[in-house]
T-cell receptor
């Protein structure tokens, strides 16, 4: 158990809908990262937050947004869902935000868009 | 190329050494990582190497870095069945973005 929790574990929804994925980092970690893992695209970095502020952006679509709240939990919002958004979404956390800082991954949320 | 490249599959016998290879993209990447993903689980950071190093050893794991060829390898000594997993190579880019390879599925046969 990494100490990073993600809810829900599974999510099934329809095209065009909007969902929110939630992540609670390890106690004391200030930085949260979101990743998407799909069969055709592999593992892709989406976005990083550090202490409530956006720190780095990867291949995140405009339909997707995220935020980190004062209690440091984070939410990833996915809207106007398409079939191709079906994937595993991982959250990771680290103490700070530097390269080489160990990222601890949560168990993931499996999103299925029908 | 633009992708971090890894071979997709590797099969070894228990007790043998495993070597997983990776070619990364950005010569200015300062950190290179190896992650392990077991079925149904998230990614576990195994080890990382800073770009000014050639080698890093951590118990059964040895990471070799060839900056000239942008080649990274992970050697697992005395491979065990519990090492069966997917191993991802990743590089940290200058903008804090991380780029992952497609993963190498390691199968360890008894």
């Amino acid at each position: 158990d990494s100490g990073v929790t993600q809810t829900p574990k599974h999510l099934i929804t329809a095209t065009g809908q909007r969902v929110t994925l939630r992540c609670s980092p390890r106690s004391g970690d200030l930085s949260v990262y979101w990743y998407q893992q799909s069969l055709d695209q592999g593992l892709q970095f989406l976005i990083q937050y550090y202490n409530g502020e956006e720190r780095a952006k990867g291949n995140i679509l405009e339909r997707f947004s995220a935020q980190q709240f004062p209690d440091l939990h984070s939410e990833l919002n996915l809207s106007s869902l398409e079939l191709g958004d079906s994937a595993l979404y991982f959250c990771a956390s680290s103490v700070i935000a530097g390269r080489g800082d160990t990222q601890y991954f949560g168990p993931g949320t499996r999103l299925t868009v029908l | 190329g633009e992708d971090v490249e890894q071979s997709l599959f590797l099969s070894v016998r228990e007790g043998d050494s495993s070597v997983i290879n990776c070619t990364y993209t950005d010569s200015s990447s300062t950190y290179l990582y190896w992650y392990k993903q077991e079925p149904g689980a998230g990614l576990q950071l195994l080890t990382y190497i800073f770009s000014n190093m050639d080698m890093k050893q951590d118990q059964r794991l040895t990471v070799l870095l060839n900056k000239k060829d942008k080649h990274l390898s992970l050697r697992i000594a005395d491979t065990q069945t519990g090492d069966s997993a997917i191993y991802f190579c990743a590089e940290s880019l200058n903008n804090n973005d991380m780029r992952f390879g497609a993963g190498t599925r390691l199968t360890v046969k008894p």
